[in-house]
């Protein structure tokens, strides 16, 4: 009887040992899977931010362009709306053409896509972005028959902006979202280089 209880009692030991064991790993796991999330989203709304730095308007207090380093990009506005149709082309195909910088009455780019016309807006903004632009935009898709359409910002939309665009077929790409897709076109064209490098040559 006594050797059963100390063998029961074995495996029982063992069992628990072997749970917390276990518990412990998937703990760890779990810490480093959410670690790496925050990272990754730590990282791209850095570089979200980077984006607006590069293409935003600034002057120093005395009226004066600061002077940056020669390692860093920087753009003007005009330049954020071709890098953004550029994103967009990478994203879902088609083509995009940029709008001339004045006259365009709120449609910075438009994309033709398999399934038809989307019209896009730009705004390099540090803040949310009000619902004015959306509105903008989905007159102009209205009376240009588009089947949908991207508000794009370096910053965010505010909740009436997010309400106002329920059912509008528009598209709102925040800078981290943006930088999503930057990173994604990206990625495919490195995967057709390594396809270029790997094809055997004639």
């Given at each position: 009887?006594?050797?059963?209880?100390l063998?029961?009692?074995?495996?029982?030991?063992?069992?628990a040992?072997?749970?917390?064991?276990?518990?412990?790993?998937?703990?760890?796991?779990?810490?480093?899977?959410a670690?790496?999330?925050?990272?990754s989203?730590?990282?791209k709304?850095?570089?979200?931010?980077?984006?607006?730095?590069?293409?935003?308007k600034?002057?120093?207090?005395?009226?004066?362009?600061?002077?940056?380093?020669?390692?860093?990009?920087?753009?003007?506005?005009?330049?954020?709306?071709?890098?953004?149709?550029?994103?967009?082309?990478?994203?879902?195909?088609?083509?995009?053409?940029?709008?001339?910088?004045?006259g365009?009455?709120?449609?910075?780019?438009?994309?033709?896509?398999?399934?038809g016309?989307?019209?896009?807006?730009?705004?390099c903004?540090?803040g949310?972005?009000?619902?004015?632009?959306?509105?903008?935009?989905?007159?102009?898709?209205?009376?240009?028959?588009?089947?949908g359409?991207?508000?794009?910002?370096?910053?965010?939309?505010?909740?009436?902006?997010?309400?106002?665009?329920?059912?509008?077929?528009?598209?709102?790409?925040?800078g981290?979202?943006?930088?999503?897709?930057?990173?994604?076109?990206?990625?495919?064209?490195?995967?057709?280089?390594?396809?270029?490098?790997?094809?055997?040559t004639?």
């Amino acid at each position: 009887m006594f050797i059963l209880e100390l063998a029961f009692g074995i495996v029982v030991l063992v069992a628990a040992i072997h749970f917390w064991w276990t518990k412990r790993r998937h703990e760890y796991r779990t810490s480093l899977i959410a670690q790496q999330m925050e990272s990754s989203l730590d990282m791209k709304r850095t570089l979200a931010m980077g984006l607006y730095f590069r293409f935003c308007k600034e002057k120093n207090q005395d009226g004066k362009t600061p002077k940056y380093s020669k390692i860093y990009i920087k753009q003007d506005p005009l330049q954020f709306e071709v890098f953004a149709a550029f994103v967009m082309e990478k994203k879902y195909g088609g083509t995009t053409w940029v709008s001339p910088a004045s006259g365009d009455f709120g449609v910075d780019f438009e994309h033709r896509r398999k399934d038809g016309l989307y019209l896009g807006q730009v705004k390099c903004y540090e803040g949310d972005l009000p619902y004015d632009p959306i509105a903008k935009l989905h007159s102009n898709m209205v009376k240009s028959g588009a089947v949908g359409g991207y508000v794009i910002t370096t910053g965010s939309f505010s909740d009436n902006a997010r309400k106002f665009a329920e059912g509008l077929n528009i598209e709102l790409i925040d800078g981290v979202r943006l930088v999503e897709y930057w990173l994604d076109g990206l990625k495919q064209t490195e995967n057709v280089i390594a396809q270029w490098k790997e094809a055997p040559t004639v």
